[in-house]
Nanobody, 125 residues
Framework: QVQLSESGGGSAQAGGSLLLSCTASGRISGTYAMGWFRQAPGKGREFVAAIGWSSDYTYYLNAVQGRFTVSKDIAKNTVYLQMNSLKPEDTAVYYC??????????????????WGQGTQVTVSS
């Protein structure tokens, strides 16, 4: 089981930017994808973005399309989430997770088998 660790969360003003990083303790093979989810207080865990590890496909939540960019650095075993034009409704704890290929839909939390501890993002208006 790989261990995932997020960093880069914090506070930002509306319209600002933050870069989240997620580093895996072990090697992520080509048969996985990496996803970002978020959970706001009192709400369920919501899919944000996903990226294939051996391919370059990406998926985004409609609400973040054009503002957020998911990317990866295979040599560093790290996936990133660049968040621009932040809005107060982006406030949440952000988690990265690993999804085995074929495990389920990329937007379903149950399809992911390893999760990081989460990092808080707070956007003020």
């Amino acid at each position: 089981q790989v261990q995932l660790s997020e960093s880069g969360g914090g506070s930002a003003q509306a319209g600002g930017s933050l870069l989240l990083s997620c580093t895996a303790s072990g090697r992520i093979s080509g048969t996985y994808a990496m996803g970002w989810f978020r959970q706001a207080p009192g709400k369920g865990r919501e899919f944000v973005a996903a990226i294939g590890w051996s391919s370059d496909y990406t998926y985004y939540l409609n609400a973040v399309q054009g503002r957020f960019t998911v990317s990866k650095d295979i040599a560093k075993n790290t996936v990133y989430l660049q968040m621009n034009s932040l809005k107060p409704e982006d406030t949440a704890v952000y988690y990265c997770a690993r999804r085995p290929d074929g495990a389920g839909e990329y937007y379903q939390p149950a399809a992911y088998d390893s999760w990081g501890q989460g990092t808080q993002v707070t956007v003020s208006s």
